[in-house]
């Protein structure tokens, strides 16, 4: 057996044989990728990253991170790449990089940040993911154990069934979860002295960690009261827990080169914030409560009160509060002229249709029937269980509506309320047009009477306006606003 194993382990040798000097550190370290090979995954991820996403629509706001990013970036230990700053068009709360200097910060995030300084410190840390090849550096670690199960297969044979790391599952966990607490110290380290040589304050760092925990605590919050995950920046806070003490010690370590008089940029980046859509894109549709709006579709519907709205790129999901009953509305072109009961039969290949007929109550072509499907609800596996499949025709475009419960009993009560949402479907009527808009931020200035409490009765967010107004304004959980202070709030 060892005879068999010496290849195997000479290989590994001489593939952790490939050293490569960190930018950073000036050392000597293991790299299984070079920067040709960095800079290319970054170039060919960079299209899926804007397609999923999208990118906002709004060149000077583009411009503006382009430039703040830029003179970080020049600062850094590795100034001689081009990177890309680009404002993605989700309300998600996320800022990411892939390697070779592909940076992305969500509207979402920004929404939550009040200063250009608070900006170039979400900039700089993600900066510092790339110029520290956090990415070739979690890859290495990942191949190496993928080469170890391998010499382990040899022995213990159970073990080669184990999938291996790929890249692109080392760079999606990064997305979503962050590097790991080594790596983001690193990366709050190196964005904290990059923005301090460029002229920004760099205790910045600590005032959006702090923003950032306040979203975070209110978002885990309100996601168990909606029965769903919470939407969280990459899972920052697993890695930094309240007053670290290595957090402030890095952070301070950027304090010689801080600014006799450090720049701010809360007027510039407030005044840049200002119109910036809040909450859904315009071209995804939007939602108020229970309603959903979608302005280039030109259609609107309503979904049973109390439901949650998933709204997805590739569909719309409504939830019930304990996940036991699910609706799923699905865009489809059509191509050919068949009639609506064709369309289930012929496209969607369904089979064994049952109480099948027109939809009544709907001024358009339309079929509905019971088939049955697999779904998942809550933690179970998926099972075939009835499903109410019904599809309406709206110009050249078929919408498919799926809705199914967990149980025979529940899907009997749900039923009716399936098909009220499908026969609430209707064109945008006029004032319709106006909520499609969507949401937006607008700056103020703060009287002597303004208070968060008033301002959230008169806001248009749906849920939890006053607290959302605090935690945008960083006044979470109780503080006012300052009279003559510039504010945001949603219109």
Known sequence: MLRHALPILLLLLTMLSGCATNPVSGKKEVALMSEEKEITVGRQADPEIRKEYGVYDDAKLQAYVQRVGEKLAGLSHRPELFYRFTVLDSPEVNAFALPGGYVYITRGLMAYLNSEAELAAVLGHEIGHVTARHAVRQYTTAMAAQIGYTIGAIFVPQVGSQAGSTLFNVLGTALVRGYGREHELQADELGAEYSALAGYDPDAMLEVLQVLKNQEEFEVERAKLEGREPNVYHGVFATHPSNDQRLQQVVKGAQPNKARNPNTGRAEYLAQLDGVVFGDSVKQGVRYGNKFYHKHLGIAL?????????????????????????????????????????????????????????????????????????????????????????????????????????????????????????????????PERKLADGLHIKIITAGAHTSFAELGKDSPIPNYPERMLRLINDRYPSSEPQPGAKIKIVR
Do not use: C
Not at 304 to 316: C, F, K, M
Not at 399 to 428: I, K, Q
């Open 302 to 430: 309503r979904f049973p009160e109390g439901w949650r709205i998933e709204n997805q790129p590739d569909r719309l999901v409504a939830v019930n509060r304990h996940d036991s009953a699910r609706m799923v509305v699905r865009l489809q072109d059509l191509n050919r002229r068949i009639a609506p009961r064709e369309f289930l039969e012929q496209r969607l290949k369904l089979k064994e249709l049952h109480q099948a007929a027109e939809l009544p109550g709907t001024g358009f072509p339309s079929y509905t029937a019971l088939t049955r499907l697999p779904w998942a609800f809550g933690t179970s596996l998926a099972h075939t269980v009835d499903t109410r499949v019904t599809v309406l025709y709206f110009g050249d475009k078929a919408y498919v509506f799926y809705a199914a419960a967990s149980t025979e009993e529940e899907f009997t009560r749900y039923d009716p309320l399936y098909l009220d949402t499908a026969r609430s479907f209707h064109a945008l009527t006029d």
